[in-house]
């Protein structure tokens, strides 16, 4: 059972910029492919980004590409999110969450585990 704990949400103007952290524990973090998913108000979860495991390849959703970087750092079992020029449209709850499969999504349905999420804010 791996447990995700997000960190580095928080209020911040527009054009800023927050890093988002997530640490995972209770599993080998090199066997899952990592994603960062967003809920807007009124909205449904939506991808964010995906890194596959070992850190080949990541994924990003349209409307953060350019902006947005994930990383990830397997001798520290941490994901993060690196959010630049940030617009009002970002701000949502932040999940951080693992997939054991064997191909990289970007659905949320296919990954297995989630972290309890974090507030990112953005005023204008």
């Known amino acids: 059972q791996v447990q995700l704990v997000e960190s580095g949400g928080g209020l911040v103007q527009a054009g800023g910029s927050l890093r988002l952290s997530c640490a995972a524990s209770?599993?080998?973090?090199?066997?899952?492919?990592m994603g960062w998913f967003r809920q807007r108000p009124g909205k449904e979860r939506e991808f964010v980004a995906a890194?596959?495991?070992?850190?080949?390849?990541?994924y990003y959703a349209d409307s953060v590409k350019g902006r947005f970087t994930i990383s990830g750092e397997n001798g520290k079992n941490t994901v993060s999110l690196q959010m630049n020029s940030l617009k009002p449209e970002d701000t949502a709850v932040y999940y951080c969450?693992?997939?054991?499969?064997?191909?990289?999504?970007?659905?949320?349905?296919?990954?297995?585990?989630w972290g309890q999420g974090t507030q990112v804010t953005v005023s204008s």
């Open positions: 969450a693992a997939d054991r499969g064997y191909s990289l999504s970007t659905r949320s349905v296919d990954y297995d585990y």
């Open positions: 209770g599993g080998t973090f090199s066997n899952y492919h």
């Open positions: 890194i596959r495991r070992g850190g080949a390849n990541t």
